[in-house]
């Protein structure tokens, strides 16, 4: 009965792929940069179709047609604004740093 344990125990297990394996990056490596760009644009997209668009008009002084209090639109505003600012300005650097990267990444492995 300790020979069937130990054959157990000696076998090699198969080797376990995780399941979000394709979410697992190397820190700043380009498909890291893609990713994060990727999550951004995601958020965004969320953003924009939960409809927060319409609480960015308390920067002029006036309310969305709610019965949600300042403080709540005021956040959502400012919620909405900075991921906006996050997919205009930051997913394109993402994107560009990610393939300069694999550029240089390229070029080094050839030279």
Same mark, same amino acid.
């Given at each position: 009965?300790?020979?069937?344990?130990? @054959?157990?125990?000696?076998? *090699? &297990?198969? *080797?376990?792929?995780?399941?979000? $394996?394709?979410?697992?990056?190397?820190?700043?490596?380009?498909?890291?940069?893609? #990713?994060? !760009?990727?999550? @951004? !644009?995601?958020? =965004? +997209?969320? $953003?924009? +179709?939960?409809?927060?668009?319409?609480?960015?008009?308390?920067?002029s002084?006036? $309310?969305?047609?709610?019965? +949600?209090?300042?403080?709540?639109?005021?956040?959502?505003?400012?919620? =909405?604004?900075?991921? =906006?600012? %996050?997919? @205009? #300005? #930051? %997913?394109?650097?993402? +994107?560009?740093a990610?393939?300069?990267? &694999? $550029?240089?990444?390229? #070029?080094?492995?050839?030279?």
């Amino acid at each position: 009965m300790s020979s069937e344990a130990e @054959i157990q125990e000696s076998a *090699p &297990a198969p *080797p376990r792929r995780p399941r979000l $394996a394709v979410l697992r990056a190397e820190a700043l490596s380009p498909k890291d940069l893609v #990713l994060r !760009a990727a999550f @951004i !644009a995601a958020l =965004y +997209l969320a $953003a924009h +179709l939960a409809g927060l668009r319409e609480f960015t008009t308390f920067l002029s002084g006036t $309310a969305p047609v709610t019965t +949600l209090s300042w403080q709540c639109v005021s956040f959502l505003g400012a919620a =909405y604004l900075l991921v =906006y600012f %996050a997919f @205009i #300005l #930051l %997913a394109p650097m993402l +994107l560009i740093a990610a393939a300069l990267l &694999a $550029a240089w990444d390229a #070029l080094r492995r050839r030279g």
